[in-house]
């Protein structure tokens, strides 16, 4: 089993930035990707961005326009990075991480909210 808690969320004005972190415990090892994703209201979950081979890369870094995915193997942490943020990306953000097994599992959802 692995545990994922989500941290970081809030409320940013237009232009602001945020970051998020995700802390995952239990069976690490397991991990395979992981991976942030974003539901906004009346709307389905979608992939912001993830990562690969997190178990087994010290650390890896992806960038998806103004956001950037990155982790930390070492703190078991993944991070999403968003810059130049603006009102529709305001979502619950999800972590994500996937198994070699396929099995997945999800964070608990931190709100982000852009408004001025």
């Known amino acids: 089993q692995v545990q994922l808690v989500e941290s970081g969320g809030g409320l940013v004005q237009p232009g602001g930035s945020l970051r998020l972190s995700c802390a995952a415990s239990?069976?690490?090892?397991?991990?395979?990707?992981m991976g942030w994703y974003r539901q906004a209201p009346g709307k389905q979950r979608e992939l912001v961005a993830d990562i690969s081979d997190f178990s087994t890369t010290n650390s890896a870094y992806s960038r998806r326009g103004r956001f950037t995915i990155s982790s930390d193997n070492a703190r078991n942490t993944v991070y999403l990075q968003m810059n130049d943020l603006k009102p529709e990306d305001t979502a619950v953000y999800y972590c994500n991480a996937e198994s070699y097994s396929k099995k997945v599992y999800w964070g608990q959802g931190t709100q982000v909210t852009v408004s001025s």
């Open positions: 239990g069976d690490i090892f397991s991990i395979n990707t």
